[in-house]
């Protein structure tokens, strides 16, 4: 046994023998990657996201931070999605590394562990006797963020969300330098918007990037299955089917309001089906459904949610497209860059059901609202658009808002509120 395992962790753990981390496996460095400022906590970091969206890859980066000062030996790299190691208990396998190699002050990776069932009482334990210097845990599923995990981890952890590249990631890939978006010259500007159109249509999975056209979305379709066979029905020991047919309604369906009886009388499902595969669905990061604002937690949950996408290259690939899509792949990117910046988002109509897109809460209450409207040279969609935003304002008690367009900029008051236009490219470029 202990030689099938450390044969396997030899392959994961090539650092012991060549003292370094190869270049195709630390990847590009990330913008927003801080991994390495948390080793100074000793709590377990927990990292999650959607699967391919780089967490390993930052865990290969720190890893090779640490061969700087860390005996290679002594960092343990153990990944659940090889078919050896997940036959195995972690015990086992930490048992069968140790008795080889005695290491202290073990720096120890768990990657994608939610496939390992009990994993969190075992770090729990490891934890407390304090015997491993530095525990780091990743896995596909914000499943990891919830319930018995967080209870069972609370005060020992430190959680951190990874999504697709950011905008500002995507330019620093693109290696188009931005330091103040206001001083762009022209020719600067039409790149930077030619980089922009490139994001709205394929997306910010790391990997995806480097691609040729061709490939990008037979990659992504590839993702798209992973996401649905190996993370949902595999896990949860369902046929694939029906929670593929309904992820494909959603996402299609990009940031409209479903019901989950709109659901039940396109798919056919049962209620409490329905809502197992939304959560599912959720818990792979796939989606995210987003509750309509209201004080009253009554009428919160008895209206319909919004759906969007974790990656527009994502949808693109697996979906339908239809001509007023843009707005949609729009919307979907401001959505998941406020998801990024740790925002809590709902949306919001008035009685004469005009919507405000975007409700920015703090606590029980809103800060700001934010509306999309991409072509506001069509004063008609501009004037519904602002409508809408007023009616929020008024409603919400807030004396701003902001639109969110493709290139227009200026302020102006109406009904006494001010409403500010920004270009979404300098919006994403501002954080």
Not at 40 to 62: A, D, N, P, W
Not at 270 to 294: A, K
Request: net charge neutral; glycine share 4%.
């Amino acid at each position: 046994m202990d030689r099938e395992i450390l044969s396997a962790l030899s392959d994961w753990n090539i650092w012991w023998e060549i003292k370094s981390v190869p270049d195709d496996l630390k990847g590009k460095e990330r913008l927003q990657s801080n991994l390495v400022s948390t080793l100074k906590f000793k709590e377990i970091k927990v990292i999650t996201g959607v699967r391919r969206s780089g967490k390993s890859t930052l865990l290969y980066q720190l890893v090779s931070s640490l061969l700087s000062n860390v005996n290679p030996k002594a960092i343990l790299f153990i990944n659940f999605e090889d078919e050896v190691l997940n036959k195995y208990s972690i015990e086992e396998i930490y048992d069968a590394y140790i008795s080889m190699f005695r290491s202290k002050d073990v720096y120890l990776f768990l990657d994608e562990v939610n496939r390992k069932e009990g994993w969190e009482k075992w770090v729990r334990k490891n934890y407390d006797i304090r015997e491993i210097k530095q525990f780091f845990v990743t896995g596909s599923s914000s499943f990891l963020l919830k319930s018995e995990y967080s209870s069972l981890l609370t005060g020992r952890n430190i959680k951190q969300e990874i999504f697709p590249l950011s905008f500002r990631e995507f330019l620093d890939f693109s290696n188009f330098k931005i330091e103040e978006p206001l001083l762009l010259s022209s020719r600067k500007k039409s790149e930077l918007k030619g980089i922009l159109n490139k994001y709205i249509e394929f997306g910010g999975f790391p990997e995806v990037f480097f691609k040729d056209t061709n490939d990008k979305r037979k990659l992504l379709i590839s993702y798209y299955e992973d996401i649905i066979y190996r993370d949902i029905a595999d896990r949860h020991k369902i046929q694939p089917n029906k929670v593929r047919e309904l992820a494909n309604f959603l996402i299609t369906n990009l940031s409209n309001t479903v019901s989950n009886r709109n659901i039940r009388n396109h798919l056919g499902l049962g209620m409490e089906t329905i809502s197992n595969y939304l959560n599912w669905l959720e818990d792979s990061y796939l989606i995210f459904q987003v509750p309509f604002f209201s004080y009253s937690l009554k009428e919160q949950q008895k209206r319909p949610k919004k759906t969007y996408c974790i990656d527009n290259g994502l949808r693109n690939a697996v979906s339908l497209r239809f001509s007023e899509d843009i707005g949609r792949l729009v919307e979907n990117i401001v959505f998941i860059e406020l998801k990024r910046r740790g925002k809590e988002v709902c949306y919001w109509k008035d009685k004469r059901q005009r919507e405000v897109d975007f409700i920015i809460k703090e606590g029980l209450k809103p800060n700001l609202i934010m509306q999309v409207c991409w072509d506001v040279s069509n004063e008609e969609t501009k004037k519904r658009e602002v409508s809408a935003l007023v009616s929020g304002l008024k409603e919400l008690k807030l004396e701003s808002g902001l639109v969110i367009t493709e290139d227009y900029e200026d302020e102006d008051r109406v009904d006494g509120k001010l409403i500010k236009y920004m270009p979404l490219w300098q919006w994403l470029c501002e954080s």
